[in-house]
């Protein structure tokens, strides 16, 4: 079991920044590859960043590839978000999630926060 809290959201000018963190409870953190996840007004929730157990390898959606960087810091238990270049299109409520397996993914996440939002003015 593993409970996932997100912070760093708020309210940003376009062509600003802001760095959303997750804090994880559990001793197995390590075990599980993490991704951040966003969802819109009216739109389905979508995959934004996703990072395999040891940091090693990352992946991103294309609208963020370049403006966004997932870190994880295994002995702290938490991962992180630095969202560089907003747009108002970066909206969201943004998720951090925990998946079923060490290794990178887009899909099988199991554990999810509770959310923190982002808006982008423009």
């Known amino acids: 079991q593993v409970q996932l809290v997100e912070s760093g959201g708020g309210l940003v000018q376009a062509g600003g920044s802001l760095r959303l963190s997750c804090a994880a409870s559990g001793r197995t953190f390590d075990t599980y590859a993490m991704g951040w996840f966003r969802q819109a007004p009216g739109k389905e929730r979508e995959f934004v960043a996703g990072i395999n157990w040891s940091g090693g390898t990352t992946d991103y959606e294309d609208s963020v590839k370049g403006r966004f960087t997932i870190s994880r810091d295994n002995a702290k238990n938490k991962v992180d978000l630095l969202m560089n270049s907003l747009k108002p299109d970066d909206t969201a409520v943004y998720y951090c999630?925990?998946?079923?397996?060490?290794?990178?993914?887009?899909?099988?996440?199991?554990?999810w926060g509770q959310g923190t939002q982002v808006t982008v003015s423009s």
């Open positions: 999630a925990a998946r079923l397996s060490s290794r990178l993914g887009r899909d099988d996440y199991k554990y």
